[in-house]
């Protein structure tokens, strides 16, 4: 392995370097995929030496983890609103009226994780796991909870997947979608199914 340390052309620490080899790292391995990815080819598109990038990463597993936990930061938020709130099918479109807004934000994140889920699940079950199953964990006891009456639990469950499947489970089928249209129409299917009127009730 390269040393940890070396002349790097921009200054040691400097954290617009590090978001820069993040940046990078996300579109080759998008482009080409993890495994034909090198960290040499990563520090050419930077334009610095090799040691530069061991410098802030010590080995391309951890570029792809970092990459992997901002979406943990986005499950973190999205768990903390779901602890905060007493469960009706408006407070739960409220819910994913916001995680719409953060899904679109990290649709290069979520087609990276498309494209390269070899990789990924190979890091989960080295490095990283817990995080996953917490919040799966919140999800599935709000959805169990017979306290909230099934036909909208039913509901609940349906206006998630269907949000899950457009946006995550699709990889870029809908690529081309400008993020604001995108966001409309997800809105309009999970209002839609959260509140299908009264013949349907």
């Known amino acids: 392995m390269a040393p940890r340390t070396s002349s790097v052309a921009a200054p040691e620490g400097d954290p ?9 790292a996300l579109e080759l391995f998008t482009e080409q995929g993890y495994e034909a990815t090198s960290l040499r080819q990563i520090a050419e598109r930077l334009g610095y030496s ?10 391309k597993d951890d570029i792809l983890l970092t990459l992997h936990l901002r979406l943990h930061e986005f499950g973190a938020s999205a768990m903390e609103a779901v602890d905060e709130q007493e469960w009706t099918p408006q407070a739960w479109a ?5 995680l719409i807004d953060q899904l679109l934000e990290q ?3 979520f087609l990276l994780q498309e494209r390269n889920r070899a990789a990924l699940e190979k890091l ?3 490095r990283h796991e817990s995080d996953h199953d917490d919040l799966d964990a919140t999800f599935q006891r709000i959805l169990a909870n017979p306290k909230i009456a099934l036909g909208d639990r ?3 469950a349906c206006a998630f997947g269907a949000l899950m499947g457009a946006l995550v489970f699709n990889g870029n089928a809908f690529a081309d979608v400008p993020s604001e249209e995108l966001g409309d129409l997800l809105r309009g299917v999970v209002h839609d199914v959260l509140d299908p009127g009264p013949a349907t009730r």
């Open 107 to 109: 649709r290069a994140l």
């Open 94 to 98: 409220d819910l994913l009226d916001l």
């Open 124 to 126: 989960h079950r080295e």
């Open 50 to 59: 090799k040691a530069a990038v061991y410098y802030h990463f010590a080995t």
């Open 16 to 24: 617009t370097t590090r978001d820069r080899i993040l940046d990078i």
């Open 154 to 156: 039913v509901r609940m």
